[in-house]
């Protein structure tokens, strides 16, 4: 896998932040995109402080980011994500775009899956943008082990789906940077109707067991 140019849109916020350090230290280029390019470009200072040697990462406000960038990835809040992916579509347009957007709500239960009238947040990210390939992934690594963790994440499995296998394939190989091993195939882009939720699930288990819970899948052939 060659060396890509990343945008991370929201990636002033945990995950994307975490995302964007991951993806630096394996030699992409990164662009961090936010609302504030001032927000952006200070991220992008502490990147390159926390990744402890020369990355390019540089920080933008998010249409200039994804302008930038020949692979998107949406890192943001569901709330506001329909009205942020619309606005950015010109940019996203002709683009491969990574969502690992979770559409959770919280309640005294803890937290649980949304509903979704597209299915998925992937899937609303393809409708609202379908010159753009949307392939679902990276959602379900912790933020803080993303960032506070020097080595490879090889106790975890990046699942990936998408309806574009050379989409697909690129992410999957874009994993290792992640895990060390490359990304599991999980199927077309509707499974992330199941992949998105299963977040709730995993911060569920952090909470009442104190860790940093991820996922890794048995039986798949090295």
Known sequence: MGNHAVAVVGGTGPQGKGLALRFARAGHQVVVGSRSAERAQETAVLIRGRAGRNVDVRGLDN???VAAADIALLAVPWAGHRELVTD???????KLVISCVNPLGFDRHGPYGLAVEEGSAAEQAQQLVPGAVVVGAFHHL???TLWEEDGLLDHEDVLVCGDDQAAKDRVVDLAATITGRPGIEAGPLRNARQLEPLTAVLIGINRRYKTRSGLAVSGIPA
């Open 63 to 65: 249409r200039a980011a």
């Open 88 to 94: 950015l579509a010109p940019e996203l347009a002709g």
């Open 142 to 144: 912790s933020a803080v």
